[in-house]
């Protein structure tokens, strides 16, 4: 079972309405007891990171949370604000992040967005894969993802950055460690490209809960 994180912060029904066009079925939840039952959670978030990170942390999601990723080691996707909470914190805001991931979120240096593009980034942007990794796998030559964001990650450890994008200068546009894992872009505005990835997510999700089960 995945889980979609519900701590009133993201467009849940958008990545619930994905899935299920994918052929996998998610829930929507708040309650702890759902999140320890899960085999992957999705943590989304639009918005301020001041105000996600609060709402989560008011949340009695957290130390369930916690237990499932690092105790039990379940896959996590953190999707764009969603992965950024993920990291130590952010430029946009004064609250500490989660941590996770030795990475921070700073906002885009205007010095070197040439050519007057806008500030947010907003639409689509071709995704370069940097390290191989089961979550931007395709068969495409190329895959293009949909961005609305004024800040981006930061890695402190080069070895998270998976994918990468531009607008610009090149950012890290997708994260993994072990088992978290986390996009700047959303996939559930991404069509067909948004559609791989979360099916890529959830064949992890199947294949880690497959060898735990045996």
């Not at 619930?16 to 996998?24: D, E, H, Q, T, V």
């Not at 546009?173 to 979360?198: C, D, T, Y």
Request: proline residues 4%.
């Amino acid at each position: 079972m995945i889980v979609i994180l519900d701590y009133d912060v993201g467009n849940l029904a958008s990545i619930s309405n994905m899935l299920r066009r994918i052929g996998a079925s998610a829930d929507i939840s708040s309650d702890p007891a759902i999140i320890t039952d899960a085999d992957g959670i999705i943590l989304p978030g639009v918005g301020a990171f001041d105000h996600a990170m609060q709402k989560l942390r008011d949340s009695p999601l957290l130390p369930a949370l916690e237990r499932r990723v690092f105790d039990d080691r379940v896959p996590l996707l953190g999707l764009c604000l969603g992965a950024q909470l993920l990291t130590k914190g952010s430029e946009e805001g004064r609250e500490t992040g989660l941590s996770w991931v030795d990475a921070k979120t700073v906002r885009f240096d205007s010095t070197k967005v040439v050519d007057k593009l806008p500030i947010p980034h907003m639409g689509w942007s071709h995704v370069k894969t940097v390290r191989t990794h089961r979550l931007l796998a395709t068969n495409e030559t190329e895959q293009r993802f949909y961005f609305a964001h004024s800040y981006h990650i930061q890695c402190g450890d080069p070895s998270l950055a998976i994918g990468t994008a531009k607008h610009g200068y090149e950012f890290t546009a997708a994260i993994a460690s072990s088992n978290i894992m986390g996009v700047q872009f959303h996939p559930e505005k991404s069509h067909v490209f948004g559609m791989r990835l979360l099916r890529n997510f959830c064949e992890l999700v199947e294949s880690r809960r497959s060898a735990t089960s045996t």
